[in-house]
């Protein structure tokens, strides 16, 4: 299951890296996104590997974060964290949803 954000940018860290136990390579980034409204929540998120690349977020920008939530065990005491996994600019996602309701309006002039 995956969920879904809408968000400004208040804080990115910097990349993390390291080899695993296996031998790979391995990145991670993470920053947190605060939602607009009355109690204005931030939420930090990881994002890792070949998503780093595909992602430039910049400070006091609003984006879209796809994600998934992961737990794991420690010392038997939970943890959960947040892996983003696709981030676009907010308004990349209004100009696309744009372009996808006059694409739906030629299609349907059509018929």
Do not use: C
């Not at 390291?18 to 009355?38: A, H, P, T, Y």
């Not at 100009?95 to 739906?104: E, F, P, T």
């Amino acid at each position: 299951m995956s969920f879904q954000v809408t968000g400004k940018a208040v804080f990115i860290g910097e990349i993390e890296g390291g080899i695993s136990k296996r031998g790979n390579q391995w990145q991670k980034l993470m920053f947190v996104i605060e939602q607009d409204g009355r109690d204005k929540f931030q939420i930090p998120f990881e994002i890792w590997n070949e998503h780093i690349k595909d992602t430039q977020i910049v400070l006091n920008e609003t984006y879209v974060v796809d994600f998934d939530i992961a737990g794991s065990v420690y010392n038997d005491k939970w943890y959960s964290k947040n892996i983003a996994f696709y981030v676009r600019p907010l308004s990349v996602v209004q100009s696309q949803g744009v372009q996808d309701r006059i694409a739906a309006v030629a299609n349907s002039m059509q018929s």
